[in-house]
């Protein structure tokens, strides 16, 4: 009988070793993807595919959450000189922004942000403390 106790000590010791090594090879972690551009056809087009490739390798997914649009406006005369009456112009920027938020492994996330990118969308990554 103590033959059989020795196995099962021997066994349980190597399944908390391989949960041990399983918990640290992955932990699941927080992560925020924040995509922002000036054009809102290339912004939505890779939201998209990041969405659907994170949904391929079953990960949480919340977003894209669009943040309000950055509207920088300049009024200038259009007088070089000073003179003659006064007419301006007036220019603007919109700087769209989408935010979304994964559950997954780190390594995961590099594989899913490695999509071609549109010219002009701005990526920023963030892991998030739970």
């Known amino acids: 009988s103590s033959d059989l106790t020795d196995k099962k000590i021997t066994n349980m010791s190597l399944v908390s ?25 290339s912004l939505e087009k890779v939201c998209a595919d990041l969405v659907r490739n994170a949904k391929d390798r079953k990960l949480k997914v919340k977003g894209p959450v669009r943040m309000p649009t950055k509207i920088l406006r300049l009024t200038v005369r259009k007088s070089p000189c000073g003179e003659g009456t006064n007419t301006w112009d007036r220019f603007e920027m919109r700087i769209h922004k989408r935010v ?31």
């Open 17 to 41: 070793k391989e949960k041990q090594a399983s918990s640290v090879a992955q932990p699941v972690r927080r992560i925020r993807i924040t995509l922002s551009s000036r054009n809102v056809a």
């Open 100 to 130: 979304i938020d994964l559950k997954s492994p780190s390594e995961i996330v590099k594989q899913i942000t490695s999509i071609g990118l549109e010219p002009g969308v701005e990526v920023e990554v963030s892991i998030l403390e739970d």
